[in-house]
C-alpha cells in the first residue's frame, strides 16, 4: 500500500488496474492456478512458481531468500533493477502464493464489494511499480519455490534442507521468515481449537474468514463476530467487516483503542467513529473462554463474566517473529524488542547471512536503540537494501529509518512518524475532520500524528521529525501551520 495517500484518496482510485482481475473463488490463489490464469492454461499443481523443477538432491544458488513476504517482492525487484542475474537468485516460501503487499488483507480485500484480488495486489504495486505475478519471476530467471518449508538450517556450511530431504544451497543467505500470529493457544485459552476463529496473515486466511462469514449468513440475517484485540488488526478488521452488515464488538484488555499509540483525546474521536458505526466496544476485559456446540464457537466468555454470543471470533493480538530455525547460529534478542540482531547493513552474526523485513532488530539512528519495526515500510525498504548490499557491498549508507506508521479505516486515513513519546500536544479541530498531534520531549518534537492530511500535509510531520525540529512555545496554536513552515 502506498503510504502517502490523504483523505477521500482511495488504493484503487490512485492504481485503478490493481481492481479484482484474478477469480475470487477461495482456493483460486494457488501459484499454479495463478499461473494457468495468466497464461490461458490448465493449472499444472506443484510447488513452483517458475520454470524450474525441485529435485530430490540438490540446488545450489549464489543468493537464496529464505521467506515469501513484501521484502522477498521488493528484494527481487531491486534485484533485477541494479543488475542482478536471475538465474543466481532463488526465493522460498511456505505460502501459496508469490509475494503480496500483506496490508491489503486488512483492508480492502474484506470488502464486501469492490474487494482487492489477486494479481491485483503483488508486489511491487504498493509503490506504483510493475505487479510482479508469477510469470515475472519466471521471465526473470528467478526460481521462486512456493508451498515449500525448511525443517533445518546449517548456516556453517551454507545449506537449507526442505521438508522433503532436499539440500539447498547458497553462497548469501537473506532471513526473510517475517512473524507469526499470536494465537488463543500461546495464553492457554480453553476452546481455542473451536471451529469459528480466525487469524488475518495470509491470503488462506482472509478467504477463510470470508467463507465463514457467509456460511454464517446462511443461518441467518444475524450475525455476530468478536474481535480480540484492539489495535491495528481489530480495528482494520473491525472496518471492514462491519460492512458487511454483521453485528461486531471489539473486546480489549486496555483502556482505548490502539492505546500504545493514541492519546486519550485521539483514542476517543476513533470510538466515537466505530461505535457511530454500530460497532460495540467493550474496553479492560479479556476473553477468557470460549465455548461451543458440536466443534463450533459459539460464546465469548469474558474475564468480567460477561458472555458473548458469537459466530466467529476473530483474533488480532500481536505477533512474534519466526526465528526458531536460527536458533544457536545467530545472534537472537531473547528479550524485546526480539527477533534477529543485525549491524547497520543488516547482516547478521553469521558470515553471509542478512535478516530483513519483521525478523530484523536494528538500530535506526533517531532513536539508538535497537528495534523491529513490523510494517511493509520497512519491508519493502529492507528488501531492496539488501538487495543493493550483496550486488555492491559497501557501497550505500548503513540503513536507516524513520519509525511510521499508517491505518485507513471507513474514510479516514492517518499517519504517524517518529515516537509517542514525551507531553503530547493537540492541534486541530475533530469536528473538522483535521486533527492531530506532536509529541514533544526535552524540547524537540520527536513525534507527529495527523488525521486526513494531505499528501503534502504528511510530507510536512515527516520533515519535522525528520529535522528533529524544536517545539515553539506556541505549538499547539500554530498546529499544522508549524510543520508547513518549515
Known sequence: ?????????????????????????????????????????????????????????????????????????????????????????????????????????????????????????????????????????????????????????????????????????????????????????????????????YYLRKVADADALLEGIAEAKKKGPDVNIVIVGGGYIGMEVGAGLVKHGVNLTLVFPESRLMERLLTPELAGFYEKYYEGKGVKLIKKDLVTALEGTDGKVTTAVLKSGKRLPVDLVVVGTGARPNVELFKGAVDLLEGPPGGIKVDGRLQTSAPGVFAVGDVAAFKPAFTGELTRQEHVTNARLTGAYVAREILTPGTQPEYDYLPFFYSREFDLSWQFYGQSQGDPVHFGDQSSGKFGAYWVKDGTVVGAFLESGSEEENAAIKKVIQTKAKAPSDLQAQGLAFAASL
Open 1 to 197: 500500500m502506498r503510504p502517502l495517500l490523504g483523505k477521500g484518496i482511495s488504493f484503487f482510485g490512485r492504481y485503478p488496474s490493481l481492481r479484482p482481475a484474478f477469480p475470487t473463488t477461495p482456493g483460486h490463489h494457488s501459484a499454479a492456478a495463478q499461473r494457468a490464469y495468466l497464461s490461458g492454461k490448465p493449472p499444472v499443481h506443484g510447488k513452483l512458481a517458475s520454470n524450474f523443477s525441485m529435485s530430490a538432491a540438490s540446488k545450489s544458488f549464489s543468493t537464496v531468500v529464505l521467506g515469501g513476504g513484501v521484502a522477498s517482492g521488493y528484494f527481487a525487484r531491486e534485484w533485477i533493477k541494479e543488475g542482478g542475474k536471475g538465474s543466481d537468485l532463488a526465493i522460498i516460501s511456505d505460502d501459496t502464493v508469490v509475494a503480496y503487499e500483506r496490508p491489503a488483507l486488512s483492508k480492502a480485500y474484506l470488502f464486501p464489494e469492490g474487494a482487492a484480488r489477486l494479481p491485483g495486489f503483488y508486489t511491487s504495486v504498493g509503490v506504483g511499480g510493475e505487479r510482479q505475478d508469477p510469470t515475472w519471476y519466471s521471465s526473470h530467471g528467478i526460481e521462486y519455490l512456493t508451498e515449500t518449508a525448511i525443517k533445518s538450517t546449517d548456516l556453517k556450511n551454507k545449506t537449507l534442507t526442505t521438508e522433503d530431504g532436499t539440500a539447498i544451497s547458497f553462497e548469501k543467505l537473506v532471513i526473510g521468515t517475517g512473524a507469526r500470529v499470536t494465537r488463543l493457544e500461546d495464553f492457554k485459552t480453553p476452546g481455542a481449537d473451536l471451529e469459528g476463529v
